[in-house]
């Protein structure tokens, strides 16, 4: 290799990109190359194409572009290069997000890797050369510049399409220090680069509380202020966002989706309820579809738009060492406090044996009672008992007696046990009440045989067994009042937890395991 005759080639090249002109020079050049004024969508999806495709065994195209780094990822590729295809001509789908969704490792930071380092070679190259007006700080394609009036003939004459407008900044400057001489304007070339946050945006979301729009769109700028006088002065303004520095190339977004397993229970308008009894029956793995959910979230209640079925995922269970339960994929995030004592997310494959973990209290989104609308399986046997309209704060705690210390076996027997002769009397009395029938009394177990009651119970989703044990979906998505009712019958045994009116969650148990069903669901919100 001749170094020196390399270091010139590379001199040459770094010459290009400092130039710098006026308007009247870049619009020029703009007409005699229109590649330089195209916008985003159309350079990343030329840039797809300038590395050339070839076929596949299937007879896909397959695209050069990615095929050095990803395997066997031929129909998700070629469903971005037609995103940004059909993008590049303007079509209504440049509008949206380009969601990559998919397990850990599955290639979606590699693709968003490739295409971020793509932009910031191929900007640097002739085919791929962007200008923009050189004091923007949002680097805006200079063409901006021409008056809305004589865009079309432009276009007619250059073909020179030109969309959008002046920035606040360029507009000011056009007219207090340009006096309106647009011809005069400086305009420069630029190399799109994560790391000087040209054209190249990444976003990861943090504490939703203290997380600042500003780290998005910019804001006022508190050290200029003083200079100009009013906050409406664009120069009191700084457009140093990630979507500021990302226009007109590439913005990322990490991880924007929470994951969690069906299992998971979340507070909502209709009670406690399983995140999977959101889902219908056919929801297939791999889609999205449209839910409304007013959900209690750690900014206050907030309404879902959709759930997405991911289908089946490893995920990771964290059980702090009060028994607290928090399952999800590798890169659900929860929020810990870090060594400065601040509170930070963490994403749940980088949490450590020892962190502290940060958990909400006080959610206070509960359901209506709820009304009990049992179908029989039997129903000569049905009217021999007694059936509550809806459920009560009784029937929650005689439901907690039988979760805690109660079982059924499938001919109609349904027992409860306690040493204390009080919780038996008041198991007794509710059985009663609630039922009409009368169980008879043993040394330190109370008894009765009926099989309709046993059809209700199964109904109200109570499961017999220490290792079944879940709080029934008809206490969980019923009022404040019920479930702590539920509670207190539940506990009653023990006596030593008190629990003051207030309700933590998850399970309140290790021993309650939350039956691990291993799919994986998404809650965006
Ligand atoms: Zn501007």
Not at 153 to 161: G, H
């Amino acid at each position: 290799m001749d170094l020196v005759k390399r270091l010139e080639e590379y001199r040459d090249r770094e010459r290009e990109l400092t130039w710098e002109g006026t308007f009247a020079q870049y619009f020029e050049i703009a007409t005699k190359q229109p590649s330089i004024a195209q916008l985003s969508h159309e350079r990343i999806y030329n840039m797809i194409m300038a590395a050339g495709t070839d076929a596949s065994r299937s007879g896909d195209p397959r695209y050069k572009f990615f095929s050095q780094e990803i395997f066997g990822l031929e129909k998700p590729l070629q469903q971005i290069a037609e995103y940004f295809h059909s993008a590049a001509q303007r079509l209504e789908v440049r509008k949206r997000i380009l969601l990559l969704m998919g397990p850990v490792g599955g290639g979606k930071s590699t693709i968003v890797h490739l295409l971020k380092r793509g932009l910031e070679q191929y900007t640097r190259a002739q085919e791929g050369a962007i200008y923009a007006i050189r004091d923007c700080p949002m680097h805006e394609e200079p063409l901006h510049l021409i008056p809305v009036e004589l865009r079309a003939d432009v276009e007619r004459e250059f073909d020179l399409y030109v969309e959008g407008d002046l920035c606040p900044h360029c507009r000011w400057m056009v007219e207090d220090k340009y006096g309106g001489k647009i011809e005069e304007i400086p305009v420069k070339r630029i190399a799109f680069s994560e790391k000087y946050r040209i054209g190249i945006g990444t976003f990861t979301p943090s504490d939703p509380k203290s997380q600042d729009v500003a780290e998005l769109v910019g804001g006022i700028d508190l050290s200029t202020i003083g200079e100009v006088g009013v906050e409406s002065d664009p120069r009191a303004y700084r457009f140093d966002g990630e979507l500021n520095i990302a226009n007109r190339g590439l913005m990322e977004f990490i991880e924007m989706l929470k994951c969690l397993p069906g299992s998971s229970l979340l507070f909502t308008q209709s009670g406690i309820r399983r995140l999977d009894s959101f889902a219908q029956s056919d929801h297939p793995a791999g889609e999205s579809r449209s839910v409304e959910v007013q959900l209690a979230s750690s900014t206050g209640v907030e309404t879902t738009a959709h759930l997405y079925h991911a289908g089946v995922q490893p995920t990771k269970r964290v059980t702090t060492r009060r028994g607290y339960v928090s399952e999800g994929t590798f890169e659900h995030r929860i929020q810990v406090v870090n060594n400065e004592g601040v509170q930070v997310w963490r994403r749940h494959d980088e949490l450590q044996v020892g962190d502290w973990v940060v958990m909400q209290k006080g959610q206070n989104l509960w359901g209506q009672d709820v009304e009990i609308q049992w179908q029989p399986k039997r129903p000569i046997l049905a009217s021999r008992i007694k059936t509550p309209e809806r459920m009560t704060p009784g029937l929650a705690r005689w439901l907690g007696y039988m979760t805690g210390e109660g079982d059924t076996r499938p001919d109609g027997t349904i027992r409860f046990s306690n040493v204390e002769e009080e919780l038996r009397a008041d198991y007794c009395q509710l059985t009663q009440e609630l039922f009409g029938v009368q169980p008879r009394c043993y040394q330190k177990v109370v008894q009765l045989n009926n099989v309709a009651l046993l059809d209700l119970l199964d109904y109200l989703g109570f499961k017999t067994g220490a290792y079944n044990k879940e709080i029934p979906w008809s206490v969980l998505q019923s009022s404040r009042e019920c479930v702590l009712e539920f509670l207190s019958g539940y506990f009653a045994g023990d006596g030593t937890v008190n629990l003051g009116g207030r309700l933590s969650w998850p399970l309140p148990r290790s021993g309650w395991r939350n039956k691990c069903k291993l799919s994986c669901s998404i809650l965006v919100w």
